[in-house]
């Protein structure tokens, strides 16, 4: 059995959740992307997430991650760094977690550079390689952040 079929067949409820909404979605926002661009899909996207802060959940979010990335990429969807990010992104902030959507590139060599974009949460990439931001100088998108709950929402700050 292939790696894929293997990681399709573990998945829990949760994440058959995040797939569904990820098929559902990531089309949209790839079609926003081309259509208004980068920083007026991530500020429509934010504004549609902004939710009161929670604790932040590294093995949730690490799951989520999982999940988005099952189906971005694919060819039917097509969404690739950018998109896959912009969703979990999404996704991550709408359970009150203040993920951080981070573009950058690397230095040009010969006329060329190569653009990435990831999630952190806590400083620590979630869909990407540890040390991904070493390899990559960041845009420094200024992206709105999640409110600190008000003393009488629930949820813990982080």
């Not at 399709?8 to 208004?36: D, E, F, G, H, Y």
């Not at 990439?125 to 990559?136: G, K, L, Q, S």
Request: overall charge positive; glycine content about 6%; hydrophobic content about 50%.
């Amino acid at each position: 059995m292939n790696a894929r079929l293997r990681r399709v067949k573990a998945l829990n409820s949760a994440q058959w959740r995040v797939v569904a909404t990820a098929v559902v979605l990531l089309p949209p926002i790839q079609l926003m992307l081309k259509t208004r661009g980068l920083k007026r899909t991530a500020l429509l996207l934010a504004e549609q997430s902004d939710r009161p802060l929670r604790r932040h959940d590294q093995p949730l979010a690490a799951s989520m991650a999982e999940a988005v990335a099952l189906v971005a990429g694919r060819k039917v969807v097509g969404a690739l760094c950018l998109g896959r990010s912009l969703l979990l992104w999404f996704l991550l902030r709408r359970r009150g977690m203040d993920a951080v959507l981070v573009v950058g590139s690397t230095s040009a060599v010969d006329d060329e550079w190569m653009a990435h974009a990831w999630v952190e949460l806590d400083d620590r990439a979630v869909n990407d390689a540890p040390d991904v931001a070493e390899h990559y100088v960041s845009f420094g998108l200024d992206l709105p952040r999640l409110r600190a709950a008000s003393s009488g929402e629930s949820g813990e700050h982080h």
